[in-house]
């Protein structure tokens, strides 16, 4: 496509439940990041793939969430037991890596509502 | 490591007014810089980059010049517009694929 897509653009859930955000990067662009912005924040990095390297998941705020990114394309973020403090916007970035310096593309981002 | 402080917002100003946005870097090497800008309920748009020092980046009339000596990248524009209204971040980035660092992001409302 393009430019970075991210579904869905809403999702209002219930403190407890599960949640899955995805995320299809542009094609060809192998590194793929996630961050999250709370309301009226900055950008919190939470997870960055690379190709087939292991991710980077340093910026992972607790084991609730994790990240999966398959055949090297779409990336699926994992929320468990959400909880309110989870409420924030989620924006996903691709870059082409192989360029020195290439800059991130973003989507639109989902916004997560943890009621 | 690596960071970006950014002037603390929200910087209002009056349509046409001459628009300054601080930022200043720490980094280990030679970076990239970048300026990102986030127009309300979207995600975040490249609007200019400078890979050495001494570059100039520039985008619909903003303007940033990679000034090694200081360790800056202050961004401008001689007149702004309503439409201007947007969040603006400063960010780096180092060597291949490494993490992008972003500053906090400065908010700017431009009044008609």
């Known amino acids: 496509g393009a430019g970075v897509s991210q579904s869905p653009s809403n999702k209002v859930t219930e403190k407890g439940k599960d949640v899955e955000l995805r995320c299809d990067p542009i094609?060809?662009?192998?590194?793929l990041y996630w961050y999250r912005q709370s309301l009226g924040q900055g950008l919190e990095f939470l997870i960055y793939?690379?190709?087939?390297?292991?991710?980077?998941k340093s910026g992972l705020p607790s084991d609730r969430f994790s990240a999966e990114r398959t055949g090297g394309s779409v990336s699926t973020l994992t929320i468990q037991r959400t909880q309110q403090e989870d409420s924030a916007v989620y924006l996903c970035?691709?870059?082409?890596?192989?360029?020195?310096?290439?800059?991130?593309?973003f989507g639109n981002g989902t916004r997560l509502t943890v009621t | 490591g690596n960071s970006v402080t950014q002037m603390e917002g929200p910087v209002t100003l009056s349509e046409e007014a001459f628009l300054t946005i601080n930022c200043t870097y720490t980094a280990t090497g030679y970076p990239s810089l970048f300026w990102y800008v986030q127009y309300p309920g979207e995600g975040l748009q490249l609007l200019l980059k400078?890979?050495?020092?001494?570059d100039k980046g520039s985008n619909k009339g903003f303007e940033a010049t990679y000034r090694k000596e200081t360790t800056s990248f202050h961004l401008e524009k001689g007149s702004v517009q309503v439409s201007d209204s947007a969040v603006y971040f400063c960010a780096l980035s180092e060597g291949y694929g490494q993490n992008f660092v972003f500053g906090p992001g400065t908010r700017l409302s431009v009044l008609p």
């Open positions: 970035a691709s870059s082409l890596a192989e360029l020195h310096n290439s800059p991130l593309h």
């Open positions: 793939f690379q190709g087939n390297s292991a991710p980077d």
């Open positions: 094609s060809g662009h192998t590194a």
């Open positions: 400078a890979t050495k020092a001494d």
